[in-house]
């Protein structure tokens, strides 16, 4: 079993490979596809809450899809792309589970790096936030909020825990110490400080005592397991609330069909944030 301090010594290469998701995983690309075009039938049957401004630009900005009943809870869900790929709109169907169970659903954009550094990404996340706890009843969307992401939306639905709004969160195969990022090639448009180390790694933070559920898959990249393992730990350790939850056979792709499906166990593990 390697050490959780070996990717220290590992070269600029290796330490690529270890967070290279898309090259791991076969068919990636046409899973994400795939995703996108469902998203697009789904935003095409209820487009009355499609792009809800909560920042000056078109990245900042929310797809809501209310319940029929304002006080339902509401599922937020974070995408991924290593902070630099991918938009809200390609997910849409992510959250068909929970609509199916009579929650609402949202979905918040952000700005990608190079054109934006990950401190201002997880600043618009808040803003996105303070949005939401301001005007999500105006909007239909009155019900206690479970944040969820998965990759880059993990690391950042973890950073939004301790936000008055937030009930409980599920962070999906997500990045929780960001030093060994700063060693791969993802930091050419991250650019990521030494700074943006401390204050972004949700593992180095103040412990919050919001619940965390924490998601990963039995066939992802090793780093990816170890980056869950040890956040939980860290938090479990401390008697901070929520669960591991390893999914067998699930890889960093097919893990969000668990949050998707209306009987998917991720669905599950975020309506039981509902009760602590």
Same mark, same amino acid.
């Given at each position: 079993m390697t050490k959780p301090e070996d990717w220290r010594g590992?070269?600029?290469?290796?330490?690529s490979a270890a967070y290279n998701n898309s090259a791991a995983v076969a068919g990636s690309a046409a899973t994400v596809a795939g995703w996108a075009a469902d998203s697009k039938a789904l935003r095409t049957a209820r487009p009355a809450g499609l792009d809800k401004p909560y920042g000056a630009t078109q990245r900042e900005g929310w797809d809501l899809f209310p319940a029929a009943d304002p006080a339902a809870p509401c599922l937020v869900f974070i995408h991924g792309g290593y902070w630099?790929? $991918? %938009?809200?709109?390609g997910? &849409?169907?992510i959250v068909e589970g929970a609509l199916a169970k009579g929650w609402s659903a949202a979905l918040p954009g952000y700005a990608i790096a190079p054109d934006a550094s990950l401190t201002e990404i997880t600043a618009q996340l808040r803003s996105a936030m303070d949005w939401l706890q301001a005007h999500g009843a105006a909007n239909g969307i009155? +019900?206690? @909020?479970?944040? &969820? +992401?998965?990759?880059?939306? +993990?690391?950042?639905?973890a950073m939004m825990a301790d936000h008055?709004? @937030?009930? +409980?969160?599920?962070?999906?195969s997500g990045v929780f110490d960001? %030093?060994?990022i700063q060693g791969t090639a993802l $930091?050419? %448009?991250l650019s990521l400080t030494q700074a943006e180390l401390l204050a972004l790694s949700p593992q180095k933070l103040p412990l919050s005592a919001t619940p965390i559920a924490v998601a990963y898959g039995g066939a992802e990249l090793p780093e990816l397991q170890r980056q869950s393992r040890e956040f939980h730990a860290l938090r479990a350790a401390a008697g901070a609330p929520g669960p591991l939850l390893p999914v067998p056979g699930a890889d960093h792709f097919t893990i969000l069909a668990e949050l998707r499906a209306p009987g998917g166990s991720l669905l599950a593990a975020a309506e039981a944030l509902l009760h602590g």
């Open positions: 590992w070269d600029r290469e290796t330490l630099q790929r $991918n %938009a809200r709109e997910f &849409s169907c009155a +019900g206690p @909020v479970i944040v &969820s +992401g998965w990759s880059a939306g +993990g690391h950042l639905a008055p709004l @937030v009930r +409980g969160v599920l962070a999906i960001l %030093a060994p $930091n050419d %448009a």
